[in-house]
């Protein structure tokens, strides 16, 4: 065994300045993974709940007049993102177009299209029917505005404009009538 | 039956290394003869149990036996043979099992290399081997069974993500990560081993030095492997986005490299020995980490499998392998005596604390850019993003301060160097700088990182070819022939030392070439009908035609696009648009060409075979094709210095 | 580093209109960030500009790139927008505040210099800093113990080991070495 030359320090028993130093190097990093197991890091959760809902003008997809955010106002209002070309929207669209019909007029249904074509739109609702009116976002400035991700998501917003809920994914039974109740609906 | 098999060979594996670990530390604890010939006996069990589990799983996937689970996962009848040999780690399971190959393969060929060499070292080694061998066996036999039964047996499988299908890298890219990550097991127990006999000498520094480049030198390739696949199949044109899973092979990397300059410090001086022995436990974690990283789901990373519950089971393993290093190096670091000095002044070992020192600064800022999102989301409860711009900013002054410490210190002495010295060794390399920045000006490069990258290279160039010729120029002088010295120096006497400085100089002409193809390209975007021309850079392209492609397992749009430059037409470029069955937005692949100094890369951003109109994304690239070839320099020279010497076969 | 400073600067001078949490929200980009505070762009300076800032902002489809390199549709889209708002006239930070508006801070690719991200600017500073005081305790600390006489001299090239056996391959070796006849430097005799 090699004997120090120079530099002699008494070998103790424990090296508390490494214990305390590898401790304080390790022990934040294993308590930041740690409280991020389980957490899905590609789910993001959107800063506008709780806030007014962006204005927009937007042209309905069978023409007419421009409807404006305004005007919707005074009713809980779901506004579905969609698509003809995404499946989960495939799977939601007759739970949406059922609860329109049965909710009437105490709450109001509007779909914005994301990215799609007129005809592509038209022939979906021909076929699946529909019972409230979409909007066209041409270059998508409403979906960013309203920091969508994909689609479908929904937004369930108050009688005053204020975003009471948001949905990501295709939408069940259930919780479209809790974020619904959250936006105001009356029982 | 073949499930079963294979899920009796990982038992054995399992069984294998767990009683090898046991009777590995009893054996180091009294030192018994019998009890070293049973570990290696358990050791190459181990590694063969594991290397017959894989050859299993590659048959059952050849053989499209959808009764092994795995292979129901992966497999499909409509996917050629190499497809179905490298869906062995393509997926979470299989790329468990591929890593048991690995360390098997690893332990089984260490073991046999040291098998009559330093016996108060090896069977602690070989044990912490046997040790981290046997959670990959649990795993194995847990949470990541890759040999379930599945029944009813499925008459076909859905394929390996299509991603992964698109370009031969990917058959090259994860073995040689794997090699090089699953390789630092190694180091880590014959560090492990240094710290329980408490000695760290000139003899075990050796093969500790040995054994942790070659896992360093795949792990090289592969980062740069991944680079050059991402640039070739994905068609945003760069080759490295600061991805938590690519900073997770990264990571390891540099603490590597630190080790192996401390190795050297150790052996040289004595000094330091604790200190290389926390980088090699450093290297080993951070894999661990970094496994941890890419499986458990809770980084955002395109690279990462799905969550599974392997992650929480990684994690207790690192926590272990954390809490094994802390406690070993408290006890035992003390007993790691210095023989000798670092020279306080300035000298060649001075500025081995000074790389020391920035590769762990570079390692603290890319891991704490990595994790920081999490932090924050732990104690804000929101969600933000460090990204790319944020690890440009912080590696741009490191790695130039890195490229200009490979030039300063090979150029200084050991030990003590007089200000006479000092000036000797450091002025004349400024031709070098001075001849390539004039040579960048008048190129065009305006830049200040960019120049300053190029100088600092011709500086570091010309103290490396120094180096690498001053051995040549000695026998010449004593008359022997140009090519009998090169030999002699190069391959024969001096392979450890010529190797290093051809790491060197490769390295250096990487880290330019990244300077310059990062900052120096152009690019054009342009909208087109067929007929219609665009410039970029001195090419003029021209879109010719829109061909639908049909393959086995995607549609694909091709653009031809005709290539010249300066009125000599080039040739034809085909990127692509491909659409594959399960995903929704189809995935291009750009086409590339690459000449001497540049690459023009084409991709497709939109294409539309009806109305025959092409949205193209062009670039020209400069230096991106040195950068694979100065890696490959760097894996050559590392390689001919890991040739071992008498001093090594000696026991 | 200037860069930096400047963001920074930015930033601070950019507080009063960042986005609060009750701050009116609203497709229109001067709801949210007002009227345009930087020169209206076009041309090669637009297009370069864009390709800047697009790269600040995380690609909300393909998380790992920016929306200058992610070919998803929502970042072309996004792309688009980016292009509009520096032909307006709004300037870097402004863009970025608009868009953070609606996605979160996950959209900026920079974390902004607030709160606890400031631990990831100066961290790395703070570990440099660290670490060159350890480096230069370590060559202090190895100066003064280098410095500490030891008890027995120190060997020299005409000195051997006591031990006759330890001596001859001592001898042997700086034969081999140095070139020296029977292991003794030039101009000693035996």
């Not at chain 1, 919707?72 to 929207?89: E, K």
């Not at chain 2, 063969?48 to 996962?73: E, I, T």
């Not at chain 2, 108060?120 to 044990?127: L, R, T």
């Not at chain 3, 600040?56 to 790139?65: F, H």
């Amino acid at each position: 065994m090699s004997q120090p030359v120079v530099g002699e320090r008494k070998p103790r028993a424990l090296n508390q300045r490494v214990l305390l130093l590898g401790f304080l190097v390790v022990a934040p990093l294993v308590a930041v993974l740690l409280l991020n197991l389980g957490r899905d890091p590609h789910v993001i959760d959107s800063p506008l709940v709780g806030r007014a809902a962006p204005e927009f003008t937007l042209q309905p997809l069978d023409g007419g007049e421009p409807v404006t955010l305004a005007s919707l106002r005074g009713r809980p209002l779901v506004l579905n993102f969609w698509a003809t070309w995404c499946v989960p929207c495939f799977q939601e669209h007759p739970l949406l177009v059922s609860a329109a019909r049965a909710l009437g007029d105490r709450a109001r249904f509007i779909g914005v299209i994301y990215e799609d074509s007129e005809e592509q739109v038209q022939g979906f609702l021909a076929r699946q029917g529909s019972a409230y009116p979409s909007l066209l976002d041409p270059g998508s400035r409403t979906a960013i505005a309203f920091g969508i991700f994909g689609v479908p998501e929904t937004y369930f917003i108050d009688a005053e404009g204020r975003i009471a809920a948001k949905h990501v994914g295709p939408l069940d039974a259930a919780s479209l009538e809790a974020k619904l109740r959250q936006a105001g609906l009356s029982p | 039956m073949t499930a079963a098999l294979g899920r009796n060979l990982v038992l054995l594996a399992l069984l294998a290394s767990t009683v090898g670990a046991v009777v590995g530390s009893a054996t180091a604890a009294r030192g018994s003869a019998v009890g070293w010939a049973w570990t290696r006996r358990l050791a190459y069990l181990f590694a063969a149990a594991m290397v017959a589990a894989n050859g299993l799983m590659v048959w059952a996937l050849l053989a499209r036996d959808f009764s092994v689970s795995y292979v129901a996962q992966v497999g499909s009848l409509s996917v050629p043979n190499w497809v179905a040999v490298v869906s062995l780690w393509s997926s979470l399971e299989g790329s468990i099992l591929f890593w048991g190959l690995v360390i098997g393969g690893y332990v089984g060929v260490a073991t046999w290399a040291n098998r009559d060499r330093h016996p108060e070292y090896m069977p602690w080694a070989v044990a912490v081997w046997l040790a981290c061998g046997a959670f990959f066996a649990f795993l194995l036999a847990g949470p990541a069974q890759p040999f379930q039964t599945v029944s009813p047996v499925p008459a076909d499988g859905p394929g390996p993500n299509p991603l992964l299908q698109n370009h031969l890298l990917m058959a090259i890219h994860p073995p040689f990560l794997y090699l090089g990550f699953v390789g630092m097991t190694i180091p880590f127990g014959l560090a492990s081993a240094a710290l329980l006999t408490g000695r760290l000498g000139h003899d075990f520094l050796r093969p500790l030095r040995t054994w942790l480049m070659l896992p360093w030198t795949f792990l090289t390739v592969a980062i740069v492997l991944g680079g050059w696949w991402a640039y070739e199949v994905l068609g945003w044109g760069g080759y490295w986005a600061w991805d938590p899973v690519e900073n997770a092979s990264f990571l390891p990397w540099l603490t590597a490299t630190a080790a192996l300059h401390s190795a050297l410090l150790s052996e040289r001086k004595g000094v330091l020995k604790g200190w290389t022995v926390t980088l090699v436990l450093a290297t080993f974690l951070l894999t661990i980490l970094g496994t941890f990283m890419t499986r458990s789901g809770v980084f955002n990373s395109v690279h990462s499998f799905t969550q599974s519950a392997i992650g929480p089971t990684i994690f207790v393993f690192l926590v272990l392998a954390l809490a094994w290093s802390i406690a070993l190096l408290a006890l035992r670091i003390d007993r790691l005596a210095a023989e000798g000095t670092v020279e306080p002044a300035l000298g060649r070992d001075s500025l081995f604390l000074v790389n020391n020192l920035l590769f762990v600064l570079f390692t603290f800022t890319v891991l704490l850019g990595t994790v920081f999102p999490l932090l924050v989301e732990a104690l804000r409860g929101v969600q933000m993003s460090v990204g790319r711009p944020y690890f440009d900013r912080m590696a741009v002054p490191l790695g130039i301060a890195l490229l200009l410490l490979m030039g300063v210190g090979p150029a200084l002495p050991w030990g003590r160097a007089t200000p006479q010295q000092v000036r000797q060794a450091l002025v004349p390399p400024l031709m070098g700088a001075a001849l390539v920045t004039a040579v960048a000006a008048a190129l065009g490069v305006r830049r200040p990182w960019t120049l300053l990258a190029l100088a600092f290279g011709g500086y570091t160039l010309q103290v490396t070819l120094r180096e690498l010729w001053l051995p040549l120029a000695r026998r010449r002088a004593r008359g022997e022939s140009l090519g009998r010295a090169l030999v002699e120096s190069g391959f024969l006497r001096g392979r450890r030392r010529f190797g290093s400085y051809v790491v060197h100089a490769g390295a250096a002409v990487v880290i330019v070439a990244i300077a310059v193809s990062s900052t120096m390209g152009t690019s054009r975007e342009a909208q087109l009908k067929v007929g219609e021309k665009t410039q970029v850079g001195a090419y003029t392209l021209t879109f010719l035609a829109v061909d639908e492609v049909s393959e086995p397992h995607r549609e694909a749009v091709v653009a031809r696009v005709g290539v010249s430059r300066g009125g000599r037409e080039l040739g034809v470029l085909s990127p692509r648009m491909n659409q594959y069955e399960r995903q929704r937005e189809p995935i291009g692949t750009p086409a590339v060409r690459s000449s001497l100094f540049e690459d023009l890369y084409l991709s497709v951003m939109n294409i539309d075979s009806a109305s025959g109109s092409l949205g193209l994304l062009a670039m020209v690239n400069p230096m991106v094709g040195w950068i694979w070839a100065a890696t490959a320099l760097m894996a050559l020279g590392s390689l001919v210095s890991l040739v071992p010497s008498r001093a090594d076969t000696r026991p | 580093m200037k860069r930096l400073i400047l963001a920074a600067a930015v930033v601070f001078v950019g507080a009063p209109f960042a986005v609060a949490q009750d701050a009116p929200t609203g497709a229109e980009p001067s709801r949210v960030v007002g009227a345009p505070r930087g020169k209206a762009l076009d041309g090669d300076a637009l297009a370069a500009r864009t390709e800047d800032v697009a790269g600040l902002l995380r690609c909300p489809v393909c998380q790992g790139l920016s929306v200058a390199d992610s070919p998803a549709t929502m970042a072309v889209n996004m792309k688009g927008q980016v292009k509009e708002l520096l032909a307006q006239g709004y300037d870097q930070e402004q863009i970025l505040a608009y868009f953070e508006n609606s996605y979160g801070e996950f959209v900026r690719l920079e974390p902004p210099l607030r709160g606890v991200n400031w631990l990831v600017w100066l961290g790395p500073v703070l570990a440099l800093a660290a670490g060159g005081v350890i480096v230069a305790w370590t060559l202090r600390a190895r100066r003064r113990a280098g410095s500490v006489e030891p008890e027995a001299p120190l060997p020299g090239p005409d000195t051997l080991p006591d031990d006759p056996k330890l001596a001859r391959h001592v001898r042997r070796v700086r034969e081999l070495a140095y070139g020296w006849p029977d292991g003794r430097p030039p101009g000693t005799s035996a």
